[in-house]
């Protein structure tokens, strides 16, 4: 039977790992993603859960035992967060180029210095290059979903990359809400065990991880594309089929809230999404015809759906919970690129909640009254920082 | 929507009270959310953690900065805390105090209710004579002050929960739901 209980972020990361059967967790603890380590070492160390837990002494090693774990057929899983994320930045890359499904569930923590232990979507965003697919959650229940279908879109014999899960420091990770905890039938019979056509065996040798010379590596780093390109339809299609089985359904590529027929498109990523649902609502209930869509697959990046979206819309607004130091927020610069030679329309950037700032419904009510005035006003800024200290009156009033 | 804040220090059960209070809303059907102010737990030091309750989903990830209902785990915090910062108009205070309320001035009109939480622990040996742990205690006052939940879901929440001497905090909440006094209560 399946049951609900409240829990935080990082139990439900732990939970999901457990319903996937992961079978060989290395992990190292960072604040704020120690809870996951220590969840899943109690449940293997009571016997709950089925794993090899291996303990590492860095994250660079437990994305490196992953590696191997998933080389020789196991299911693996990790969690990091923020400096311990970027540390395995060079594996993250190899387990994309070997091809292994690895999943790993990073919580979203700013970059020091100045230190910092709060949300803040840099880390991972600086990793949207290495191969990983990418999923940003609202809620508890869609971290422990998103795990579950993560191993279930990476699997596919024609994907085969590794996933990462993400989700906002303390705001999800320590926040207790109610999840439910599936039937560990249930999510067998929707994840089959994991089963790769090659893996490292003595009795069928293979070489793994071998040169490529260069008249052969730019073929793997095509094929490695390809296979990003098929995992836009593989995502929709385990969200459709998860829906089908669990009654759940977190939006897949780009989850869309009130976005029939609007003028006026807000883009987030992660938590501040959940609240800017209330905010839409109060918007529209006040006659406004504005809408939400949530970046909830960042990697493979959902191009052709974003056109879909926006055609015909004529003013959208993008909050960035992060600034990468381009020339705007990266999930804007993304958009405007997709969208370009495809759709004119107006664009405003804002730069948001960095370092964990909150993130109120009366900011962010400000920031889309702002995007709505510009239906009838020229572009005052491409890129606006809110709430910062030498602006917070007007963001706060 | 109702939203609750508890001031307490680390080491009395602050996070874990405003857990078990979003349990027992749970039980009786709500939606609900706990959490702490991120980052700042340690023993003595203060900590802030808060409740959101709601019959529909409740989705605002903010942090509580308007709340309907105050708790006061140690007193002593009123120096150090503006514990009645953004409380809404009519929004009730739950002290943690042995003094008569006639002698507390909390410096807003809003109702304010007292219970001597700490001796009803210490009665009870949850925690220790200089650093007791009220949480359970000063639940019982706040569910008969505010009625946010049925005295018997939150007894049955700190049955199941409580991590360690259960039938005492079952008994420290129950006497202090009957000793709290201040607003209507008689």
Same mark, same amino acid.
């Given at each position: ?44 160390? +009571? ?54 499904? @690895?999943?790993?569930?990073? $919580? ?11 949300a803040?979507?840099? +880390? ?14 609202e ?29 906002d420091?303390?705001i ?29 065996? @003595? ?65 987030t990523m992660g938590s501040i999404s959940s609240t800017s649902?209330?905010? $839409? ?38 909050l960035?919970r ?30 948001v909640g960095?370092?964990?700032? +909150?993130l109120?419904?009366?900011?962010l ?10 239906? &009838? ?21 | ?60 990830k903010a ?10 785990? &140690? ?85 199941? +929960? ?25």
């Amino acid at each position: 039977m399946s049951k609900t209980v409240i829990v935080s972020g990082n139990f439900a990361a732990a939970y999901g790992a457990k319903l996937s059967r992961a079978a060989v967790v290395a992990a190292y603890p960072i604040t704020p993603q120690t809870e996951v380590v220590e969840k899943i070492a109690s449940l293997v160390a +009571d016997g709950e859960m089925d794993a090899q837990f291996v303990k590492v002494e860095s994250e660079h090693s437990a994305m490196a035992a992953c590696i191997a774990a998933s080389n020789a057929g196991a299911r693996a899983f990790t969690a990091s967060s923020a400096h311990g994320l970027t540390l395995m930045h060079e594996l993250l890359i190899w387990a994309a180029g070997a091809r292994l499904p @690895v999943v790993m569930v990073n $919580i979203n923590r700013a970059m020091g210095p100045p230190w910092s232990v709060w949300a803040d979507h840099h +880390d991972a965003l600086a990793q949207k290059g290495t191969g990983q697919l990418q999923f940003f959650c609202e809620s508890n229940q869609e971290v422990l979903d998103s795990v579950i279908m993560a191993y279930k879109i990476c699997e596919g014999s024609d994907i085969m990359m590794p996933a990462m899960v993400v989700e906002d420091a303390f705001i999800l990770s320590h926040t207790k809400e109610p999840v439910e905890i599936y039937d560990q039938e249930l999510v067998d019979e929707f994840l089959p065990p994991y089963n790769p056509e090659y893996k490292l065996d @003595v009795n069928r040798p293979f070489g793994f991880g071998s040169l490529g010379m260069p008249d052969w590596y730019m073929d793997f780093r095509y094929k490695m594309a390809e296979a990003m390109d098929k995992a836009v339809d593989r995502v929709e299609e385990v969200n459709k089929k998860f829906k089908e089985v669990f009654g759940r359904d977190h939006g897949g590529l780009i989850e869309e809230y009130k976005t029939d027929g609007v003028d006026v498109l807000i883009f987030t990523m992660g938590s501040i999404s959940s609240t800017s649902k209330d905010v $839409i609502d109060e918007l529209r209930a006040e006659g406004h015809n504005i809408g939400l869509a949530r970046l909830r697959t960042y990697r493979p990046f959902p191009a052709e759906k974003l056109r879909e979206l926006t055609r015909n819309v004529n003013v959208v607004g993008v909050l960035d919970r992060s600034y990468t130091f381009g020339h705007m927020g990266d999930s804007a610069g993304e958009i405007k690129a997709a969208l370009y030679g495809h759709k004119d329309l107006i664009l405003k950037n804002y730069i948001v909640g960095l370092g964990g700032r +909150d993130l109120t419904p009366k900011i962010l009510k400000n920031i889309m009254l702002d995007t709505l005035s510009l239906q &009838d006003k020229e572009l005052d800024e491409e890129v606006e920082w809110v709430d910062l200290r030498i602006n917070q009156e007007r963001w706060r009033r | 929507m109702l939203e609750i804040r508890f001031h307490g220090r680390g080491g009395q059960g602050a996070v874990t009270a405003s857990e078990m209070l979003a349990r027992a809303a749970f039980e009786e059907g709500n939606d609900v959310q706990s959490f702490p102010m991120y980052g700042v737990e340690r023993r003595g030091a203060p900590v802030t953690a808060f409740t959101r309750i709601d019959s529909k989903a409740v989705r605002n990830k903010a942090q509580i900065h308007e709340p309907d209902i105050v708790i006061v785990m &140690d007193m002593a915090l009123l120096d150090a805390v503006n514990v009645t910062a953004g409380l809404k108009p009519g929004g009730k205070i739950i002290l943690n105090t042995s003094k008569s309320l006639d002698t507390i001035n909390m410096g807003v009109d809003n109702p304010v209710y007292g219970v001597d939480a700490s001796a009803i622990a210490v009665e009870h040996r949850l925690g220790s004579r200089v650093a007791p742990i009220v949480n359970t205690a000063i639940l019982g006052a706040v569910v008969r002050a505010t009625g946010v939940v049925k005295i018997e879901t939150l007894l049955d929440v700190v049955r199941n +929960d409580a991590p360690a001497k259960k039938e005492e905090n079952v008994k420290a909440t129950k006497q202090a739901y009957d000793e709290v006094r201040g607003g209507d209560i008689e």
